[in-house]
């Protein structure tokens, strides 16, 4: 109820984190809906309460909740195209697994800089050189934003050449300075 009576970024980063937490440690969407919804109720029932403005401000923490359990959520499916795991094709896990080192392996083994993002610019992957170029490991970066990971001119080029990628339509290599971590 807090977060719903405070106001700004401040509380959606809150309201963000909050839904987070709460999909991690397992609540399911609906409780959380009711949850929030006996808030709503608690806070407007107050007197001199701002019953419009309760509802707005409701309104904004209950979807920046809820965008928590939506990427924890695209986050799975995002794994398991990636995995190529179904119940079907659990058998298959083995081959899967194997043939997923294989490629991370050429990957890291090529020299180049390899990273792969979702629709929403969350990194689903990155291989050895990107770790080592920007001092990170794929475990503390992957679901995170690009520039959360990479910040200035290193994440102007790499947007640069991403937009050209987009525009095109088509695959490019291209050789970038970047300044790491030494």
Known sequence: EGFLSSAGGFALEQAYELGRRAAHEGMSLLQFAELHHAALRRLSAAPGANVEEILTRGEQFFSEGLSA??????????SARLLGLSDGFSRQ???LSRTRSQLRDLLDASGAMVYLRDADGRLLFVNGPFEQLFGVSDARVLGKALHE???GPNAHALLEGEAAVLQSGVPRTSEKVFQGPD
């Open 69 to 78: 359990f939506e990427m924890i959520l695209r986050s799975h499916r995002a």
């Open 93 to 95: 896990n083995g081959e």
């Open 149 to 151: 990971v990479v910040s």
